[in-house]
T-cell receptor
Framework: ETGVTQSPTHLIKTRGQQVTLRCSSQ?????VSWYQQALGQGPQFIFQ???????GRGNFPPRFSGLQFPNYSSELNVNALELDDSALYLC??????????????FGPGTRLLVL | AQSVTQLDSQVPVFEEAPVELRCNYS??????LFWYVQYPNQGLQLLLK??????LVESINGFEAEFNKSQTSFHLRKPSVHISDTAEYFC????????????FGQGTTLQVKP
């Protein structure tokens, strides 16, 4: 039990639609990262938020955006969905320690299917 | 740029046999190393981590991994596996100086047979 929750667990959308995925981190974890895990692949880093600001981004287009809120919750928004966006989306939270970000704790994920 | 290579996509093994899941990484800077386990239809669970200090790290369920800087490896081992160890295992690396972005390998499926 990591204390990281995600909603919804499953979601079906059609091409062109927009989706919002939600994550609730552990209290005190002020860093949240989002990953996309395609079927049969390892997770790929989308972006990270620290104290409500984007703090690093992977190789994902701008239609992937995020928000982080003061209550340790966060959102991943994807606009103009494409078929290749079908994946398991994972959020991970981590505490800060001495200025260095270390262990990330993952939620159970949201499985998105785009038809 | 960093990268992680898990050398075996699938590892079949009989129950109570030893197992080694191999992981190599490439990085020109100091790194943190992690192994995560993913059971079917679940998220990732941290199995063990190397941040600093002793190069041999252990998990509570009998797995261990050894950080070998000269060989840039972080292989995962268990002397005797159980059916319940059947899962996908991911090796990941993070630069020790940055924001904690994890680079994952492609994963190794451990299939424990009775």
């Amino acid at each position: 039990e990591t204390g990281v929750t995600q909603s919804p667990t499953h979601l079906i959308k059609t091409r062109g639609q927009q989706v919002t995925l939600r994550c609730s981190s552990q209290s005190g974890h002020n860093t949240v990262s989002w990953y996309q895990q395609a079927l049969g692949q390892g997770p790929q880093f989308i972006f990270q938020y620290y104290r409500e600001e984007e703090n690093g981004r992977g190789n994902f287009p701008p239609r992937f955006s995020g928000l982080q809120f003061p209550n340790y919750s966060s959102e991943l928004n994807v606009n103009a969905l494409e078929l290749d966006d079908s994946a398991l989306y994972l959020c991970a939270s981590s505490p800060t320690s001495g200025g260095a970000f270390k262990t990330q704790y993952f939620g159970p994920g949201t499985r998105l299917l785009v038809l | 740029a960093q990268s992680v290579t898990q050398l075996d996509s699938q590892v079949p093994v009989f129950e109570e046999a030893p197992v080694e899941l191999r992981c190599n990484y490439s990085s020109s800077v100091s790194v943190y190393l992690f192994w995560y386990v993913q059971y079917p239809n679940q998220g990732l669970q941290l199995l063990l981590k190397y941040l600093s200090g002793s190069t041999l790290v252990e998990s509570i369920n009998g797995f261990e991994a050894e950080f070998n800087k000269s060989q840039t490896s972080f292989h995962l081992r268990k002397p005797s596996v159980h059916i319940s160890d059947t899962a996908e295992y991911f090796c990941a690396v993070s630069r020790s100086s940055n924001t904690g972005k994890l680079i994952f390998g492609q994963g190794t499926t451990l299939q424990v047979k009775p």
